[in-house]
């Protein structure tokens, strides 16, 4: 059983930063596709971001409109773990943060936006952006 712990989260003021960590245990992390998902209160789960696995040709990532230029996703299969940089944070990203993991062998080398394509998600973590 593949098992996603998000840590990080907390308050920060507007403008400010906070860097999000997600560590799979079990499985093999290299090979799945991997995102982030946001939820506020009252609102529907949302896309942030992913990342594809490592391949011939690279890395991808993918971004909501919402955050792009803001946000960066990142990866280390060293240590099972993918990352959510995130700068000139606003009060409208305050929501619970989840991590996820898509398995599938035509999800992982793409850079997923459905919630429906990963199969494994953690428990979350608060990001609250607050003067």
């Known amino acids: 059983q593949v098992h996603l712990g998000e840590s990080g989260g907390g308050l920060v003021q507007p403008g400010g930063s906070l860097r999000l960590s997600c560590v799979v245990s079990e499985g093999t992390f290299r090979s799945y596709a991997m995102g982030w998902f946001r939820q506020a209160s009252g609102e529907e789960r949302e896309f942030v971001a992913s990342?594809?696995?490592?391949?011939?040709?690279?890395?991808?990532?993918a971004y909501a409109d919402s955050v792009k230029g803001r946000f960066t996703i990142s990866r280390d299969n060293a240590k099972n773990t993918v990352y959510l940089q995130m700068n000139s944070l606003k009060a409208e990203d305050t929501a619970v943060y989840y991590c996820?993991?898509?398995?599938?062998?035509?999800?992982?080398?793409?850079?997923?936006?459905?919630?429906?394509?990963?199969?494994?998600w953690g428990q979350g973590t608060q990001v609250t952006v607050s003067s």
């Open positions: 990342v594809s696995t490592t391949s011939w040709s690279g890395i991808s990532s």
């Open positions: 996820a993991a898509a398995t599938s062998s035509r999800a992982r080398t793409s850079t997923p936006r459905a919630a429906g394509e990963y199969d494994y």
